[in-house]
């Protein structure tokens, strides 16, 4: 398998700033959103998509079924 040069350098540069944040996810994501916003008051333009807010799954309830399974039916008694 080749490795992509690109690929490498930014994987590389991402945990560089890992480390530096301690390993702490929430460190690294706020550090990576103040590096954002700089970067967006510098002029950068960011491919930012919308968020798709959808409406939740709902599921309609059948009709309640009996879940009592008998493997031989009731002996037929006779009067």
Known sequence: ??????????RAN???IFAE????LDRFNAHMREVSERLKR????FADRPI???SPVT???A???SFVLRED???ATES
């Open 14 to 16: 991402r945990e560089a």
């Open 52 to 54: 798709v807010r959808r």
């Open 63 to 65: 009709a309640p079924e």
């Open 21 to 24: 944040c301690g390993y702490d």
């Open 59 to 61: 599921y309609e309830a």
């Open 73 to 75: 039916p009731p002996a």
């Open 1 to 10: 398998m080749t490795t992509d040069p690109i690929v490498a350098e930014v």
């Open 42 to 45: 510098e002029g950068w333009v």
